[in-house]
């Protein structure tokens, strides 16, 4: 029988895939009108796990490491593998020492090697760390090319409608996201607000991070001088337009970085709900009707390849031995 995967945003179309690719026939069905809609969709698209382990547990680190590889694979020559910089200005050195003592991976930098990495940002930060083993890509192109590579491997996708009854179906994985709030245990919504600038006089080869006090930014390069800026984290669900509060911070800290940034165009702006455990951490569960992908917090990207794995490694299992059973 076929296995239900609710949603199709990162999470919903790495299980999917992973599925697919053990011969399992899959249907995804997606409220929305379109893949990735949700929290996806405003992404920054790091997989950078020695960065992000200086907030968060040791499994974010371990089962980050497998990202880039799994995206390489999934959507070839997408994962651009430049590294991530992370800078502070001098009066937050201590912020900087902070940070590289929660993390690893990393090289110090001084004045003249960073300008060799980023000659953009010459003589404008005179410390910094380098990830040289990270990479980024851009979320949107990752998620219409699995969802490609899923159709092409026999997945069935249905936008627009709710999923159907859950006993036609030989399983179910929710990767509904924030759309599961309240249905599961524990589970609550983080708004995340970013925005897009697109300037012909700053580049940029990699994401850099600016750490700050109050509102540390990271920006992340897509190319053809458009930077993704984010991203705020507020302990709200409150879905609506990014605030004033918000885009003065997340310029201010770009102008910071570089003040070319103060003439770049805002081209787009967003407001995401990121689905979080209290731990923040991503896990996958089991529920009445199989399995929920869930919680994926600011790890999307990063943790949805190796939950994805995991879920249908189960599912093969479970699979095979119904097919002994009814032999």
Same mark, same amino acid.
């Given at each position: 029988m076929t296995v239900l995967v609710k949603g199709a945003g990162v999470a919903g179309l790495a299980t999917a895939l992973e599925l697919a690719r053990r011969g399992i026939p899959v249907e995804v069905v997606e409220r929305r009108a379109d893949i990735g809609l949700g929290a996806s969709h405003w992404a920054g698209g790091m997989l950078a796990p020695c960065c992000e382990r200086e907030a968060a547990e040791e499994i974010v680190l371990t089962s980050g490491l497998l990202a880039a590889d799994w995206w390489d694979e999934a959507v070839p020559g997408l994962v651009q593998r430049q590294g991530t910089l992370v800078?502070?200005? !001098? @009066?937050?050195?201590?912020?900087?020492?902070?940070? *590289?003592? $929660?993390?690893? +991976?990393?090289?110090?930098?001084?004045?003249?090697?960073?300008?060799?990495?980023?000659?953009?940002?010459?003589?404008?930060?005179?410390?910094?760390?380098?990830?040289?083993?990270?990479?980024?890509?851009? !979320? @949107?192109?990752?998620?219409?090319?699995?969802?490609? *590579?899923? $159709?092409?491997? +026999?997945?069935?996708f249905r936008f627009g409608e709710e999923a159907g009854d859950a006993r036609d179906y030989a399983s179910v994985v929710d990767c509904r996201g924030p759309q599961a709030i309240g249905e599961i245990d524990g589970l609550r919504g983080v708004r995340g607000e970013m925005l897009y600038l697109e300037t012909g006089d700053v580049t940029l080869s990699r994401p850099v991070r600016l750490l700050h006090p109050r509102h540390p930014l990271y920006i992340v390069p897509r190319g053809n001088g458009l930077f993704m800026l984010g991203a705020t984290m507020i302990e709200t669900e409150d879905d609506g337009p990014i605030t004033a509060r918000s885009m003065m911070e997340l310029l201010n800290t770009a102008y910071a970085l570089h003040p070319a940034f103060a003439e770049a165009r805002i081209v787009e702006t967003g407001t995401g709900i990121r689905p979080a455990f209290p731990d923040n951490v991503p896990r996958l569960i089991e529920t009445p009707e199989g399995l929920a992908v869930a919680g994926m917090h600011r790890h999307g990207f990063l943790m949805a390849p190796a939950l994805a794995r995991e879920a249908a490694e189960r599912l093969t299992t479970t699979h095979a031995s119904e097919k002994r059973r009814t032999a």
């Open positions: 800078l502070a200005n !001098p @009066r937050d050195l201590a912020d900087l020492k902070r940070f *590289a003592n $929660r993390t690893r +991976g990393l090289r110090w930098l001084g004045e003249e090697e960073i300008a060799e990495l980023e000659p953009d940002l010459a003589g404008r930060i005179g410390t910094g760390l380098f990830f040289a083993e990270e990479g980024h890509l851009d !979320p @949107r192109q990752a998620l219409r090319g699995i969802y490609q *590579a899923a $159709r092409q491997l +026999g997945v069935s």
